[in-house]
């Protein structure tokens, strides 16, 4: 699988990165390598079903004749959010055995059975960055230097020299280096002219996005604007929104209220209720 990990996941983290954007790699692993190319290796040893760790829940609706993924029982450890990009046919042989339990049971069953990992702490980093920062990985991996560049305020005003585009992220405070009468946060990142524009809490906050390579999942598709509730980020909490999708593989999410620091590169998940709707990558 080393091969393809590497090129599904770690070659696209770091060109996310590269282009100005904050991946979430959770995302590609289960759409490239979690679901699919550990699918079928199972279906080549004669397995009919993928079971993971996810706390998500998947039934089949009779009516429409999709299935559905659910959040977990346990809302506060729910996975549905890293999983929006699994297919009909993945859904179809993927099992959540967790998705109906809490931690604290999972924990119980675990060191019941004598598991030595029953008391593990929760996963929280990047599995393919170790003991480093992420941009030190991709500097090592890409065996190159990425170029300083200027900070400018949203008035084109120039504050200083960053470090490289690649060390920068939409809603970013800590790390800049930069004295000034209020605080700043990094707004966007240019590519183009290897910039950083900084601005106010203010500036990070807006209604709309737009998103591509969307995966749909209770619906074939959204054939007039609908009403959802919407993540932005795995640790947002979801926000009312009208979805309308716009071509086949783009859609547009328009808040109620402004939203602070949506990202390009991160994903848009849309809910109605517990159900997943589908989601895409913010453009």
């Known amino acids: 699988m080393a ?3 590497r090129e ?47 706390y998500a829940r998947i039934s089949y609706d009779e009516e429409s004749g999709r299935y559905i993924l659910r959040k977990a029982l346990d809302e506060s450890k729910d996975q549905s959010y890293v999983l929006y990009s699994l297919t009909q046919e ?26 030595i990992n029953a008391d593990k702490g929760d996963s929280q980093d990047i599995c ?6 992420y941009y030190d990985f991709i500097e090592r991996t890409r065996g190159k230097h990425y170029p300083e560049g200027d900070f400018v305020t949203t008035e084109g005003k120039v504050l200083g020299k960053h470090k490289g585009i690649i060390r920068y992220t939409v809603g970013q405070r800590k790390g800049l280096g930069i004295a000034y009468t209020s605080p700043l946060y990094v707004i966007k990142v240019d590519c183009d002219e290897n910039n950083v524009i ?20 209770s619906v074939a598709q959204i ?20 979805v309308t999708q716009i071509d086949s593989d783009t859609i547009k999410v328009v ?8 990202t390009k590169g991160q994903s848009v998940v849309l809910y109605d209720g517990d159900i997943v709707v589908g989601g895409g990558i913010i453009q």
Do not use: W
């Open 3 to 5: 091969e393809g990990f």
């Open 8 to 54: 599904n996941v770690i070659d696209k983290f770091i060109s996310a990165y590269e282009n100005g954007a904050t991946p979430n790699p959770c995302i590609d692993c289960n759409r490239h390598m979690k679901f699919e190319r550990l699918f079928k290796e199972g279906a080549r040893m004669g397995c009919d079903k993928v079971a993971t760790g996810h």
């Open 90 to 115: 993945q859904l179809s042989h993927a099992v959540f055995p967790l998705g109906e339990m809490t931690k604290d049971e999972a924990r119980r069953i675990a060191s019941d059975a004598g598991f």
């Open 128 to 133: 393919f960055v170790k003991n480093e920062m």
């Open 198 to 217: 900084l601005g106010s809490n203010e500036d990070l906050f807006t209604d709309t996005l737009i998103a591509k390579n969307i995966n749909l999942i």
């Open 223 to 242: 054939t007039e604007p609908m009403r959802v509730t919407a993540k932005v980020r795995y640790r947002h909490s979801a926000q009312n929104a009208t």
């Open 255 to 262: 808040f109620d209220t402004p939203q602070r620091a949506i």
